[in-house]
C-alpha cells in the first residue's frame, strides 16, 4: 500500500467522493444519497475537492471499473487529496489495491469507505468512557471478518514465501477476538447500570420521553426549547452522539426529555449492534417524539421517515408523535400537500418550529395528554418533624394538594402507581416512630 500522511486533527483534509450506482438505480435517489455523503464529510470540518460517480455494477478488484480507478488516483495526486472515500463498502483487498494504484500514481491519501468515514466521527464526537468503547467495539468488529487478508496483504512485501506470516495472521485475529470480548463485558455492565437508573426514574415518578429521528433533523434545537437549556445544535449531522437527558414538567408532572443520536440510511451493522444500548434507551422510553425536517423535499421525508420507522416499530411499543420540524419555512398551501402526499408515514402530527418556538404548546398538550394517570388518595402524617421530613418526600415524588394543619397534616396525594406503592413504606416508618402521636 502507499504510504500516506493525514493532516493534523484540525487541520481540513481535501476529499474526493465516489459513488458507484447501479445502472437500474433510481438518479434522484442517487442525488439525495451523494448530498447526504457530502454532508457526513464536512460533519469532520473536511472539503470535498471532487465527486467522482460511475453508474456500473461492483468490481471484485477496485468497487468501480479499472478504468475509473485510475482516473481516481490520477485525481487525487492532481487535486492533493488526502482522502478517498467510497460510497459503498470496501473489501480489504480492493482498499489495498486502489491504495496500490494511488501510490503508482503519486497521490499521497488514504482509501476508505463510508463506513469508515461515519466511524471517524463518531471517534471525533466520543467524549465519554462508555461511547468510547462502543465505536471500538463497531471498528474492531469491521475489522475482524477481514483480519487475516489485512496482516497478509500489510506485510506482503516482507516475508519470503507464501503463507510465511500463518501465526501472526492467527495472533492478530485472537487478538481482536480478545479484545472484542473484553469490551462486551464491560459495556454489559455499563447496560445494566443503566437498565436500573430507567427502573429508578420510572419508580420515582418520572415519564420518559425521548427524541429521535435522521441526523440533522432539529432535535437538539427541539430539545433546547423544551428544557431551556443549550446543548450543541449546529447543521451538521451526528452533533449528538451521547444521549443527554435532562427533567421538565408538564402540568406539574416530572418529564425526562433525552436527546439520542441520530438515524441515518445504509448505517452499518457493525455500528448497530454497537450502539445498540444506547438505541435501547429509545425502545424503552413512554413516549417517543420522532422529529422529521418538514422543509425537505417530500421524496426526502419518505425515505427518512421509512428508515426512522424500521429503527422504531421494530423494537419500540412506546407511543410515537411525529414531530413535523421547521414548518414555517412553507406557505400553509404547500405544507397541506406535502402533509397529504406523506399522510400514511406520518403517526400523530404535530406541526412545529423549534427554532421560534411555533407549535410548542401544542406538543407540550399531546405530551401532557399522554401522561399516564395518576392514582390518588388522602393522606394524614403527624405535625411534627418526623411528618415534616416525609411531606418533603411526597412534595418531590407526585402532586400534593391544600393541606388541612392540625395535630395531623392532611391532603390529596396523585402519583403514579409505583409511587403510591412506596409511600406506604414511608408511612410505616413515620407511623412506627416513637413520638408519632
Not at 471532487?50 to 492532481?78: C, L, M, T
Not at 469490551?183 to 419508580?203: F, G, M, Q, S
Not at 425515505?303 to 412553507?330: A, G, R, Y
Amino acid at each position: 500500500m502507499n504510504s500516506f500522511q493525514e493532516p493534523a486533527a484540525d487541520a481540513a483534509r481535501n476529499v474526493i467522493l465516489v459513488m458507484r450506482t447501479d445502472p437500474e438505480s433510481d438518479p434522484k435517489d442517487n442525488s439525495r444519497k451523494s448530498d447526504e455523503f457530502s454532508e457526513l464529510v464536512k460533519a469532520l470540518n473536511d472539503k470535498v475537492t471532487d465527486i467522482i460517480v460511475q453508474a456500473r455494477y461492483p468490481d471484485r478488484k477496485y468497487n468501480v471499473g479499472s478504468g475509473k480507478a485510475k482516473e481516481i488516483a490520477i485525481a487525487a495526486r492532481d487535486k492533493r487529496a488526502n482522502r478517498i472515500i467510497f460510497y459503498d463498502p470496501l473489501s480489504t483487498s480492493q482498499i489495498y489495491n486502489l491504495s496500490k494504484l494511488c501510490g503508482e500514481a503519486g497521490a499521497n491519501c488514504r482509501v476508505m469507505d463510508r463506513f469508515q468515514l461515519i466511524l471517524d466521527i463518531f471517534a471525533e464526537r466520543a467524549t465519554t468512557h462508555r461511547s468510547k468503547l462502543q465505536v471500538e467495539l463497531a471498528r474492531l468488529r469491521y475489522e475482524l471478518p477481514n483480519a487475516r487478508m489485512l496482516v497478509s496483504l500489510s506485510k506482503k512485501e516482507e516475508r519470503a514465501g507464501w503463507g510465511g506470516l500463518g501465526d501472526y495472521e492467527d495472533s492478530y485475529e485472537q487478538d481482536i477476538k480478545k479484545r472484542i470480548a473484553r469490551i462486551n463485558a464491560e459495556l454489559k455492565k455499563a447496560d445494566l447500570e443503566e437498565e436500573a437508573r430507567r427502573v429508578y426514574r420510572h419508580k420515582n415518578g418520572f415519564f420518559i420521553v425521548s427524541l429521535a429521528g435522521y441526523t440533522n433533523a432539529g432535535k437538539s434545537t427541539l430539545f433546547n426549547a423544551l428544557v431551556d437549556e443549550r446543548t450543541e445544535s449546529k447543521d451538521m449531522f451526528f452533533t449528538t452522539l451521547i444521549p443527554k437527558t435532562r427533567a421538565f414538567v408538564i402540568n406539574k408532572r416530572k418529564i425526562l426529555l433525552t436527546d439520542t443520536v441520530g438515524f441515518i440510511e445504509d448505517l452499518p451493522h457493525f455500528l448497530v449492534d454497537a450502539f445498540r444500548s444506547t438505541l435501547e434507551g429509545i425502545y424503552f422510553s413512554d413516549m417517543i417524539l420522532l422529529v422529521v425536517d418538514f422543509s425537505e423535499p417530500a421524496e426526502h421525508i419518505r425515505k427518512k421517515l421509512m428508515i426512522s420507522h424500521e429503527t422504531l416499530w421494530e423494537k419500540s411499543t412506546s407511543n410515537i408523535v411525529t414531530v413535523l420540524n421547521k414548518s414555517e419555512t412553507m406557505k400553509p398551501a404547500d405544507r397541506k400537500k406535502k402533509f397529504e402526499e406523506l399522510s400514511h408515514l406520518i403517526y400523530n402530527p404535530i406541526f412545529i418550529s423549534a427554532k421560534t418556538g411555533a407549535g410548542l404548546s401544542e406538543l407540550i398538550d399531546e405530551i401532557g395528554m399522554n401522561l399516564p394517570p395518576l392514582a390518588t388518595r388522602t393522606i394524614s402524617l403527624p405535625n411534627n418533624e418526623h411528618g415534616a421530613s416525609a411531606l418533603s418526600w411526597f412534595y418531590d415524588n407526585g402532586l400534593v394538594e391544600e393541606i388541612l394543619y392540625g395535630k395531623y397534616m392532611t391532603f390529596e396525594f396523585s402519583a403514579a402507581e409505583d409511587v403510591m406503592a412506596k409511600a406506604d413504606d414511608i408511612l410505616s416508618k413515620v407511623r412506627y416512630s416513637p413520638d408519632y402521636n
